[in-house]
């Protein structure tokens, strides 16, 4: 959706791959594929010889590795990042992998996701001598590897890990192996391929088939990944696992060519439309999706209703997401610039609009008032997930239920605020019937916490409004 995720500024995306001779053009494709999770900044750490040389910058993928640029990136191994900005931390140092260099040798660190409990590790590692270079919490972990007491890698990084709470998917290089390593609760979405004899490993397997890798499976909540040119070797470091992927992955934040858990995501999202149909039945002309991650379900209340599916919105494709702007007047002009009703569609006509989230409002209504202007006669908007009642700690850019308008606001008092004839938001159980994942307990392995408050970890309120996600 365009629609109303400015105020979710969700996640980074990671790429990593090891023992391939084209390993940083590979690196600079799948960066690509998954430029939908971040157009802040981007980097890649590629490993020379027996050397780590790193490449960053603010910006797309394509701006900051420029033919020239990526000329000069030579080796057989890389982990590249790309990621959002979150309040109160931008900067070019912030930008990943971050590379450290010691007289022990080299490190270059990705992260994807939020740890809560990065304040309270950092006041420790300070008191003890540590300097920290970024805002961000991926430092914490480079810290806590270095004041390690283990004499090799895997046991600094596995004995690190252990200390860490929140969401973390980490792609962690040396001069010698990658590691990988995934949060106890499997908050992010993290997979591992093969191409040839090199193995793969993204944020999402959309970025496998634009490389040409082969899906081996899904990294494990707790699992730890060690991968040399000797081959692969898998631990877990934490035994006290409780799967909880983001329930927004599905909904909204992956490409729909991605599988997660085995479910494809454009499948999911066209039966959480069709779940939405049988929850919320409405009499209308046409059905119309948000573009561009509202249409599946827009498709599936459509083949569910009989209602014919139309594009009555069109989307500018040279005009950024409109969440990026720095300030809500620069947001709310952006919807104008990357929307535009199809009038020969709506005009005269009974719509259904079908979105995939509310966070503020304010999106909502304009377009509302976008497609009333053109001429639709009634405007029925219809949510594919729950209300956005609770804040997320795990690395979306939601800190307080002050900007939530559904913490605030009853379904009536939204629907007279975005100007539309009728709301309906998808309830919790038809959302997670629809994804249908099949993981044992009561919630099939979600986290749910933005729609119910309830947060599969301990969370550390004093720490929220200043830890920089991923």
Known sequence: MLAELKGLNEECGLFGIWGHSDAAQ??????????????????????????????????????????????????????????????????????????????????ALAHNGNLVNANALKNQLEAQGSIFQTSSDTEVLAHLIKRGGYSNIKGLVRNALTMLKGAFAFLIMTETEMLVALDPNGLRPLSLGKIGDAYVVASETCAFDIVGAEFVRDILPGELLVINDSGIHSEMYS??????????????????????????????????????????????????????????????????????????????????????????????????????????VVEGK???????????????????????????????????????????????DTSSKEELIASNHSVEEIREQIGADSLTFLSVAGTIEAIGRTDAGENRGHCLACFTGRYPTEIYPSELQSAEKC
């Open 26 to 107: 590979i690196t600079y494709y799948g960066l690509h594929s998954l430029q939908h999770r971040g157009q802040e900044g981007t980097g890649i750490v590629i490993k020379e010889g027996n050397e780590l040389k790193g490449t960053k910058g603010e910006g797309l993928v394509t701006e900051v590795f420029t033919t020239e640029v990526m000329q000069k990136l030579k080796g057989r191994s890389a982990i590249g990042h790309v990621r959002y900005a979150t309040a109160g931390g931008g900067g070019y140092e912030n930008v990943q992998p971050l590379l450290f260099h010691s007289q022990n040798g080299s490190l």
């Open 239 to 344: 035994l006290h696992t409780n799967t909880a992927i983001c329930t927004m992955e599905y909904i909204y934040f992956s490409r729909p060519d991605s599988n997660i858990h085995g479910i494809n995501v454009h499948t999911a999202r066209k039966s959480l439309g069709k779940q939405l149909a049988a929850e919320a039945p409405i009499e209308a002309d046409v059905v119309t999706g948000v573009p561009d991650s509202s249409i599946s379900a827009a498709i599936g209340y459509a083949e569910a209703t009989g209602i014919p599916y139309e594009m009555g919105l069109i989307k500018n494709r040279y005009v950024g997401r409109t969440f990026i702007q720095p300030s809500q007047s620069l947001r709310e002009q952006g919807v104008k610039m990357k929307l535009s009703p199809v009038r020969g």
């Open 350 to 396: 009974r719509v259904i609009m079908v979105d995939d989230s509310i966070v503020r409002g304010t999106t909502s209504r304009r377009i509302v008032s976008m497609l009333r202007d053109a001429g639709a006669t009634e405007i029925h908007v219809v949510i594919s997930s729950p209300p956005i009642q609770n804040p997320c700690f795990y690395g979306i």
